[in-house]
């Protein structure tokens, strides 16, 4: 299960990235702004920003265009600025058409703002890289968002799609293990929810017992 990180925040991504687990970034227009990054030129500075502190990891950055021409546009834009850059598509109508022309053209996507599973079975059809069905979302309107990952599996499984499932707006922890326990490829959350994997109070506990008993031997 690859690991990625879903902020802007730089000091963030070098935290995640220093833990020695990070796989990649994931960013949306949301996060950028949450961090201050306004205009294109800071905007498309601060995406190189996030490539280098991630060494090799995939960082998806999101076409602001709603239509085929500005989706193929920005995404062009977007997929020559690093190698690592995935080029971040709507699911919408345009964006289904978008994914498939950068599909053919060899340009990675992350098909974004998936809440079904017939939405999900278009990404692959369009040869999307990464599908993003939003977990948190659908559990903020009381519908189970981890039900939604199954389904996908299973779909995706049924014909072998090649299409990465990227389990996004993951909100803690369980959240992260439920989708490992489905399958997903890939999760993406905030740091939080990657750090509370690390949390065991028998750890702790044990921990201090262990170096309690060396002192006691060793002074
Ligand atoms: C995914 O790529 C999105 O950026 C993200 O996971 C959305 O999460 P949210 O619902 O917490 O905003």
């Known amino acids: 299960m690859k690991f990625f990180i879903d902020t802007a925040n730089l000091d963030q991504i070098r935290e995640a990235q220093a833990l020695g687990v990070l ?8 996060l950028m702004a949450k961090e201050g990054i306004t205009g294109k030129n800071n905007i498309l500075k601060h995406y190189v920003a ?15 265009a709603t ?12 997929a020559e600025l690093h190698e690592q850059i995935v080029v971040k598509v709507p699911m919408i109508r345009d964006g289904v058409k978008a994914l498939k022309y950068f599909s053919d053209k060899g340009i990675r996507t992350n098909c974004t703002l998936v809440f079904s599973a017939g939405q999900a079975l278009l990404a692959a059809k369009a ?14 309107i009381s519908t ?5 990952i199954s389904e996908i599996r299973e779909i995706y499984d049924n014909y072998g799609f090649g299409t990465e499932i990227l389990a996004a707006s993951i909100r803690h922890t ?24 690390l949390k065991h109070p028998l750890t702790d506990i044990g921990l201090q017992k262990f170096l309690e008993d060396y002192r006691k031997g060793n002074g």
């Not at 040869?127 to 069905?133: E, F, K, Q």
């Not at 369980?174 to 509370?196: F, N, Q, R, W, Y």
């Open 50 to 64: 996030i490539c280098d502190i991630v060494e090799g990891g995939d960082v998806s950055a999101e076409v602001i």
């Open 127 to 140: 040869g999307a890289t990464y599908v993003s069905p939003f977990i948190g979302r659908l559990d903020d």
């Open 174 to 197: 369980m959240h992260v293990i439920e989708c490992a326990k489905i399958g997903a490829d890939v999760m993406t959350g905030p740091l939080s929810a990657i750090e509370g994997l």
């Open 23 to 30: 796989d990649g970034v994931t960013t949306n227009p949301s």
């Open 144 to 148: 189970d968002g981890l039900n939604l």
């Open 67 to 78: 239509d085929f021409e500005g989706m193929v546009r920005e995404g062009e834009e977007l």
